[in-house]
């Protein structure tokens, strides 16, 4: 469940922005212009990214070992009696630990600006997060060190029930999670290309544009089971193929700009994004 290439989509954005925080200090001294973003406009857009950053170190770096710990639990221990589902020599259940990401979430969540999508999740995936970790610690150490011997798993089933609704409850809000860091990533990314073809940044736009034709074309083999290629949405499926190698070629012509390449991208030479 890792979505780290949300980040790279995000990173277009982040770069937008610190490109206007730059040349807003190199003309601190020159006559201000309409052109000029406003310091506080400035300031806004970088404060969401930073709240935008910390639900995404939620989703990349904290859901993932929930996951396994959920997992795992669901394929070792028995919803209903809290004892294993079969008889083993040994059984593991992988702690967590406290998390970084969730103080940083915490810390931010009510600050400005608000993103409603998101902020409503919060008080779940904290909280959650909160009542898991001292039982599954405990639960862990409890099957790591045999201590069912002792009690016929007493004290686990205790353990177990108390895991289990935070951990379900942190699952739940992390799935919903995942769901909309997508559709708020994919209009950020919008956003930013929008920008740069206004401001005439084609080589951007076009980069840009070549990634997000990467996405939407290899999204349709994810999980894909093999008999369920048969029904896939070829023309959509060649429609990116085409978007890719349109973006790609328009990249290509303009990159010959040693110029715009210089003003764009701080290079001088085009030989690294266009020898395929």
Same mark, same amino acid.
């Given at each position: 469940?890792?979505?780290?290439?949300?980040?790279? =989509?995000?990173?277009?954005?982040?770069?937008?922005?610190?490109?206007?925080?730059?040349?807003?200090?190199?003309?601190?001294? +020159?006559?201000?212009?309409?052109?000029?973003?406003?310091?506080? $406009?400035?300031?806004?857009?970088?404060?969401?990214?930073?709240?935008?950053?910390?639900?995404?170190?939620?989703?990349?770096?904290?859901?993932?070992?929930?996951?396994?710990?959920?997992?795992?639990?669901?394929?070792?221990?028995?919803? /209903?009696?809290?004892?294993?589902?079969?008889? !083993?020599?040994?059984?593991? =259940?992988?702690?967590?630990?406290?998390?970084?990401?969730?103080?940083?979430?915490?810390?931010?969540?009510?600050?400005?600006?608000?993103?409603?999508?998101?902020?409503? #999740?919060?008080?779940?995936?904290?909280?959650?997060?909160?009542?898991?970790?001292?039982?599954?610690?405990?639960?862990?150490?409890?099957?790591?060190?045999?201590?069912? +011997?002792?009690?016929?798993?007493?004290?686990?089933?205790?353990?177990?029930?108390?895991?289990?609704?935070?951990? /379900?409850?942190? =699952?739940?809000?992390?799935?919903?999670?995942? %769901?909309? %860091? !997508?559709?708020?990533?994919? !209009?950020?990314?919008?956003?930013?290309?929008?920008?740069?073809?206004?401001?005439?940044? #084609? #080589?951007?736009?076009?980069?840009?544009?070549?990634?997000?034709?990467? +996405?939407?074309?290899?999204?349709?083999?994810?999980?894909?089971?093999?008999?369920?290629?048969?029904?896939?949405?070829?023309? $959509?499926?060649?429609?990116?193929? *085409?978007? =890719?190698?349109?973006?790609?070629?328009?990249? *290509?012509?303009? $990159? *010959?700009?040693?110029?715009?390449?210089?003003?764009?991208?701080?290079?001088?030479?085009?030989?690294?994004?266009?020898?395929?």
């Amino acid at each position: 469940m890792n979505y780290r290439s949300l980040l790279s =989509i995000l990173c277009i954005v982040s770069i937008s922005l610190q490109s206007c925080k730059e040349d807003s200090k190199a003309n601190a001294e +020159k006559d201000i212009t309409t052109d000029v973003p406003p310091t506080g $406009a400035i300031d806004s857009k970088q404060a969401y990214i930073n709240k935008y950053n910390a639900y995404i170190a939620v989703w990349n770096d904290v859901s993932p070992r929930v996951e396994r710990t959920y997992s795992v639990l669901y394929n070792t221990i028995n919803d /209903k009696t809290g004892e294993p589902l079969k008889e !083993q020599e040994t059984y593991f =259940i992988p702690s967590l630990i406290e998390s970084r990401a969730i103080v940083m979430l915490k810390d931010i969540v009510d600050k400005e600006p608000r993103i409603e999508a998101l902020d409503a #999740l919060a008080p779940d995936l904290i909280s959650a997060y909160k009542e898991m970790l001292e039982p599954v610690q405990q639960l862990s150490d409890y099957y790591k060190l045999e201590s069912y +011997k002792d009690d016929n798993f007493e004290k686990g089933k205790k353990l177990y029930y108390e895991l289990r609704e935070p951990i /379900k409850k942190f =699952i739940a809000a992390s799935d919903i999670l995942g %769901v909309k %860091v !997508q559709e708020i990533d994919a !209009q950020l990314s919008m956003e930013a290309l929008a920008e740069y073809k206004e401001n005439d940044e #084609l #080589l951007l736009y076009n980069k840009g544009m070549i990634i997000n034709s990467l +996405k939407k074309h290899s999204a349709p083999l994810y999980s894909v089971e093999y008999d369920a290629y048969e029904t896939l949405d070829l023309y $959509a499926y060649d429609k990116h193929l *085409k978007d =890719i190698i349109t973006h790609y070629t328009e990249f *290509k012509t303009l $990159a *010959k700009d040693e110029e715009r390449l210089k003003r764009e991208m701080n290079i001088s030479r085009a030989a690294p994004f266009t020898r395929y």
